[in-house]
């Protein structure tokens, strides 16, 4: 009996030359589908992403018997009016970071949810004590059943009122926007987090006909509605997508126009691929990284909140750094512990050293390809730029990380000119079955 599995190979080398289209914004799609909850309508949701995390948290919608059909292969028509539940407590909601998103969305619907703890990326603790916190302050008192389930509830509507966050948590921020949607009066939210998925949700909420202020700021303000009427909404881009591809661009010391994006959501990527010697072009909906005009060196960088540097681009940049002469910095202040590819990484011959959130990386060595895995979704993607980068053959497996996080990554890299393909294994002998 084999167990079949998969992992990419990829012949590496190649400089990267030519298009790529940045699709839906993860981050985005599995905050706005379990919004789709609260509303009083059938909803249709376009340019969402075709991944795995996005399937997940639709077929989590379907258990809960809400209507969700794939109109094409970037559009979601979703008819919540037929939720019959206020429990996600499935297997499949174990296997996702966001499922927790559906706390606040049916805290918002129905005064009381049940919720699997989360699954998602191992990188250190992941609390959520900042998301009880908040709907603690909206009335809604909680319990952890049997270590495994979120069991949260208020008497009646939630209350509004005014919410102080510790650290501008993303997760916080989207689950205490979604409780306060339809609760009585103003919720204000200070320190909220300002990413572009926190303004996305907040347009497709307010598209709805929720009163929502704020967002992309420190304070958002939200008061309260009663009804919330269907849609036709589009998400974003991906900005970690579209900065990963800057990343693989910049390492392969290629010329690549990144299209589908939004430049401002990339400014903080631009501005280090620029301190490194790059040329970015900026056009309305695209951007141009041109890592073929001069050699390029070292620099340090300090992950933020945004419009701080993106923590879930570290691990890529941290990759192209070990591609260039000098020695480089990083320090992760987002996730306590963020740097587990870096084991992956001295497999094949990068010089790191890991001190608590900082990573020492003594660039200019040339990667050597190694057989590697993917030990979380951006970690992976790290992975798949250091073998585009190293002499011959490198393997990934455990890949079912990266394909929560990045459509059709395997013909978007070969058509800018890489070599990869995937490949089924039998695990038991490790043979390779067929590409
Ligand atoms: C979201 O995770 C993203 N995931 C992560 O992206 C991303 O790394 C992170 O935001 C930061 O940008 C999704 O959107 C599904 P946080 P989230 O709450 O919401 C602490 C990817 O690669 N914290 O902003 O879990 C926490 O421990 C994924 O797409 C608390 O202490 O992140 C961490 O140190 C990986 N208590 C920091 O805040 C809480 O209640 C940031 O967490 C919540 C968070």
Redesign the pocket.
Known sequence: MCATLEKYVINGGNVLDGEVSISGA??AA??IIPAVILCDEPCRIENIPNISDVSLIGRILQEMGAEVKRIDKSTLYINPTKINSCSATSDLVRGM??SYYLLGALLGRCHQAKVCLPG??NF????????LKGFAALGARHELVNGAIIDVKSDGKLQGNHIYLD??????TINIMLAAVKAEGQTVIENA?K?P?IVDLANFLNSMGAQIRGAGTDTIKIRGVDFLHGVTYSIIPDQ?EAGTYMCAAAATRGRVLVNNVTPKHLESITAKLREIGCEIKEFDEAVLVDATVRPLNRCNIKTM?HPGF???CQPQFATLLCTVDGTSIINES???NRYQYVSELTLMGAHISVEGRLAIIEGGSKLTAAPVKATD??AGAAMVIAGLCADGVTEISSIQYIER?YENIIEKLNALGADIKKVYYDHTTDSSLRA
């Not at 250190?124 to 998301?131: C, S, V």
């Not at 650290?167 to 916080?172: E, I, N, P």
């Open positions: 993860k981050n599995v905050a970071r966001a998602g990326c250190g603790a992941r609390p959520i004590d900042l998301h650290f501008a948590s993303v997760g916080a987090a990413e998925h970690i909140p993106p923590t879930d987002v996730w306590d979704l951006r996080g």
